[in-house]
């Protein structure tokens, strides 16, 4: 049996405002044709389908269509469980017509655990899978609060919680095996984030608890597993060094700071009891850089990109002493006739001396927009009189930006 296990999609996600549907399309086209090639069974899609609650009618679009392009093809079942982005309810909305293809959803913890312990069968009936579905696990979903405890408290519930859980599940699908008198292996699911994760920069992964850090140990997992199909956290990688524990990672870099990694999908044959597990490169369907330096280091890195004819989508950063006023223009100068498109400036020259007369111990990145203009009202010494005027005027063009954009999608 051949199981392929990706997740983290993030289908609608945006970049500095730039739409990248194309890029999703791209995927899932591969996707599809990889499944076909490589004659997968079964497809695990272990959270994030979505990159938002809400996903645009595009976004559905990908997604439903790639469900029944699989549906037709050689892969006779097809899992997905909801991660932190996605909306339980969105998710679990068509599960009893997908059910139909084969495709079968858990968005969401119900009061039935035998609703997350799946047997899947062959078209002559006879099983071939167990899968303990486990979506991504809310705090509701796993202790119960209580007035006065401390976050230590908090901490340990949360873990037990969720060790309980998969405790829960991976002893109710042994028990089906038992009951089926066979030896088909058990395959876990689950989004969260292991204690020793990698991340990198500008990813976007979540801190899963608020308040709390909830990192899992993998000594949480039931031994019964025969491989553990993970999501959430970006970066391909095992689990404490262990070949049947694995997170696939994004198949798309969703920031400038996955750029230069190489992406995969988890293709896994089952030996017997045995994960023999080969990573798949997805390939590149729209180059991301991140070029800093000074003025001279950014202009012949973008003259060479152009000779190169490349098409790649750009974050400039600017680490020059000297300070440029018109660093944007210099760039979309420089790079205009290209195929290259920059979509993020950081002049740290400029704003780190900005940030700095006030707040030395903040950088850029640990500010949001709203952050950024309040700090420049208080640098140029603007009027407390006028800055709430100043300031609604600036939110109500945030707002107007933020509903255009939903109206284009």
């Not at 339980?88 to 969401?108: M, Q, T």
């Not at 993020?344 to 704003?351: E, S």
């Not at 009027?383 to 609604?392: D, G, K």
Request: charged residues 25%.
């Amino acid at each position: 049996m051949k199981i392929l296990h990706t997740s983290d999609w993030h289908i609608g996600r945006t970049l500095y405002g730039r739409k990248r549907y194309e890029e999703f399309e791209a995927f899932l086209d591969w996707l599809a044709a990889t499944i076909g090639q490589e004659r997968v069974d079964v497809l695990l899609i272990a959270g994030d389908v979505f990159d938002t609650t809400a996903p645009s009618h595009r976004a559905q679009q990908l997604y439903y269509r790639f469900l029944c392009r699989v549906a037709g093809s050689c892969c006779r079942h097809v899992v997905v469980i909801a991660g932190n982005h996605d909306s339980p309810s969105f998710l679990n909305a068509p599960r009893e017509l997908l059910k139909a293809l084969d495709v079968h959803v858990i968005g969401a913890v119900s009061d039935r655990r035998e609703d997350e312990v799946l047997v899947l069968v062959r078209a002559d009936g006879t099983p071939e899978l167990i899968v303990c579905a486990v979506p991504y696990l809310r705090d509701r979903d796993i202790r119960i609060v209580e007035a006065g405890e401390s976050i230590e408290d908090k901490e340990r519930k949360l873990v037990e919680g969720i060790r309980r859980h998969y405790s829960e599940t991976a002893d109710l699908a042994e028990r089906k095996r038992r009951e089926l008198n066979s030896d088909v292996p058990i395959i876990g699911m689950g989004h969260l984030f292991t204690a020793g994760g990698q991340t990198v920069d500008g990813d976007g992964v979540r801190e899963l608890y608020v308040g709390s850090l909830a990192h899992v140990s993998a000594g949480i997992f039931p031994s019964n597993l025969n491989y553990l199909a993970l999501g959430h956290l970006h970066v391909a990688q095992t689990v404490n060094g262990m070949e049947w524990m694995r997170y696939s990672g994004s198949p798309l870099a969703m920031g400038f700071g996955e750029a230069t990694q190489e992406k995969s999908v988890c293709l896994i044959e089952m030996a017997g009891s045995v994960a023999e597990v080969k990573l798949i490169r997805v390939p590149v369907f729209q180059k991301l850089e991140r070029i800093a330096g000074n003025w001279a280091t950014l202009a012949a890195r973008i003259l060479e990109l152009s000779a190169m004819r490349s098409d790649a989508w750009l974050e400039v950063v600017y680490e020059g002493d000297e300070v440029i006023g018109d660093l944007r223009e210099r760039l979309e100068t420089a790079a205009a006739g290209s195929g290259l498109e920059i979509l993020r400036i950081k002049n740290n020259r400029l704003f780190d001396r900005l940030l700095s007369r006030s707040h030395p111990e903040e950088t850029l990145d640990d500010l949001d927009e709203n952050d950024v203009f309040a700090r420049c009202l208080a640098v140029h010494e603007v009027p407390e009189e006028q800055r709430a005027v100043l300031t609604l005027a600036y939110q109500e063009t945030l707002a107007s930006l933020h509903n255009d954009d939903l109206r284009a999608e």
